[in-house]
């Protein structure tokens, strides 16, 4: 158990007494917030919430803490582009989306779902100035990025410097036992430990996961860099995306996106086989995991065909149009909805991302019959039909 457990983990804050208040036999209280300014999960929040299933199992209950009355303060300085001000209905919307794909992992009957607003809208401005007294400036101001922006010269709004307060308080609000979160959320979970200690309570332990890099190899995944992989993306596109990581993510993705054990994974790599077949294998598993086992057999199949022998998708969608009607490529891929305008397709077909049955447009003339098949980048086919 302690291997699966820490398999993945960057780091366990105080692992000791991890160990001891996880063989205790009590049932424990595992907190994970979070920010509801975005409503789609992608693999990099999955690494967290797979390990949260693991404990479900072991008979442990999860809190899920939606940051309802953060979000709704936003980051006033305008330096935080991950925290925008939303109203009361964007966070509640984007909440309900958050909470339908995370149950796709976690067990609803096994989790208790907490709004901050609960305790927060209690809160006067007597409450907040005796929260607040607890921390010194200094002691805030040692969170890396807030240090670095003081260090070059850039604002840092009273408001930031709060947040961290904020979330250490709902640690005390929900009585947690452990705090669930990526490496970049140790300073702000340290914190609600610090807290829990100064009212009387018994600090949390904290749970820390790798940051998954995205398809780029190089960042952390984030909508915000377009490298991520959404849960809820189509199975063909989501196969597709995991086969485009580089080979030197696979034994992370692997590791932190399945339960296949690392040390055949690492002898095949070790042995020379093709990394094609690992990432194959990689991608199958995790999007029978969201998708099921014939949707996976499916995205395979269409990732075989398109990208590997260069084939045509037999169910590709037919699109009627009268051709003699289409005065250049340019306004046929809009009238077919390959692109949503001609500037954007010209920049397709100058980039040499239009074929035509096969061969790469260069320009505004082509010859189009009826029956012909235009690919549109990577994964978009359209078979026209004369209408």
């Keep these: 158990m302690m291997e699966d457990i820490k398999r993945g983990v960057a780091e366990i804050i105080v692992e000791e007494e991890f160990w001891k208040l996880l063989s205790s036999g009590r049932k424990l209280r595992l907190k994970q917030g979070f920010d509801p300014s975005r409503p789609d999960i992608h693999l ?21 803490i939606v940051g309802d009355w953060t979000a709704r303060i936003g980051d006033p300085s305008g330096m935080s582009q991950t925290r925008p001000m939303l109203s009361e209905e964007e966070v509640k919307r984007n909440a309900e989306t958050y909470m339908k794909q995370f149950f796709r992992i976690v067990d609803p009957e096994k989790t208790e779902v907490r709004w901050q607003s609960e305790w927060y809208d209690k809160f006067g401005l007597k409450d907040i100035i005796e929260l607040t007294s607890k921390f010194t400036v200094a002691r805030l101001m040692a ?14 709004a009273l408001t930031e410097l709060i947040y961290p307060i904020l979330q250490a308080y709902d640690s005390v609000a929900i009585d947690a036992d452990v705090e669930f979160g990526g490496i970049d959320q140790k300073f702000n979970c340290l914190i609600g430990r610090e807290l829990q200690e100064m009212m009387g309570k018994k600090p949390q332990q904290i749970f820390l996961m790798p940051l998954l890099i995205g398809t780029d190899g190089k960042l952390k995944m984030s909508k915000s860099y377009g490298n991520y992989i959404g849960i809820e993306e189509h199975p063909r596109d989501m196969y597709g995306k995991i086969m485009s990581i580089p080979d030197h993510l696979i034994i992370s993705y692997f590791e ?19 990394p094609m077949n690992l990432k194959k294998e990689l991608a199958f598993e995790i999007v029978s995991e969201f998708w099921g086992r014939e949707k996976a057999l499916d995205a395979q199949d269409y990732f075989e065909t398109v990208f590997q022998r260069r084939g045509v998708p037999q169910d590709i969608p037919e699109v009627f149009i009268d051709l003699d009607d289409v005065r250049d490529m340019f306004e046929l891929l809009v009238r077919i909805g390959a692109s949503p305008s001609k500037s954007q397709a010209k920049r397709l077909i100058e980039g040499g991302a239009v074929e035509i049955d096969g061969e790469v447009i260069k320009g505004r003339e082509a010859k189009i019959r009826d029956g012909a098949v235009i690919r549109v980048g990577k994964r978009k086919f359209i078979r026209l039909r004369r209408g």
Excluded: C, M, W, Y
């Excluded at 990099?44 to 899920?64: A, C, E, N, W, Y």
């Excluded at 990025?145 to 070059?152: G, H, P, T, V, Y």
């Design 256 to 274: 932190l996106l399945t339960d296949v054990p690392l040390d055949e994974v690492k002898e095949r790599l070790s042995k020379g086989e093709n």
């Design 44 to 64: 990099g929040h999955v690494v967290g919430l797979r390990k949260l299933k693991k404990f479900q199992k072991l008979g442990h209950k999860v809190i899920l």
């Design 143 to 156: 969170r890396e990025d807030f240090a670095k922006r003081r260090e070059e010269g850039k604002p840092i």
